[in-house]
């Protein structure tokens, strides 16, 4: 079972930037599709990124063009890049990861990943 730590998150003013990292252990993410999602107080946890191991890309409609994801598989490391950031995005940024046989699969429901970090919160005050 793949355990993963998020971390990156803070205070950040609207328009600034912050990366995200998703840091893998107990097994290596090669074949894993991950993700990132965040909720809001309130509200319910929602997709924000994806990435195939082959390195595909999906995107919400409401970070396309100001977030990017990426890995490092030799470091078993995910990341997000937030650029732009608007109040809105403040939320708690979870990381999950789910093995995946096609290099091409990506999932954008919370309920297809099996492995989840802990949070981290990103606060963007306007």
């Known amino acids: 079972q793949v355990q993963l730590v998020e971390s990156g998150g803070g205070l950040v003013q609207a328009g600034g930037s912050l990366r995200l990292s998703c840091a893998a252990s107990g097994r290596t993410i090669n074949n894993y599709a991950m993700g990132w999602f965040r909720q809001a107080p309130g509200k319910e946890r929602d997709f924000v990124a994806a990435?195939?191991?082959?390195?595909?890309?999906s995107y919400a409609d409401s970070v396309k063009g100001r977030f990017t994801i990426s890995r490092d598989n030799a470091k078993n490391t995910m990341y997000l890049q937030m650029n732009s950031l608007k109040p809105e995005d403040t939320a708690v940024y979870y990381c999950?990861?789910?093995?995946?046989?096609?290099?091409?699969?990506?999932?954008?429901?919370?309920?297809?990943?099996?492995?989840w970090g802990q949070g981290t919160l990103v606060t963007v005050s306007s």
């Open positions: 999950a990861g789910k093995w995946a046989l096609s290099r091409s699969t990506m999932y954008r429901n919370s309920n297809d990943f099996d492995a």
């Open positions: 990435i195939s191991w082959g390195d595909s890309t």
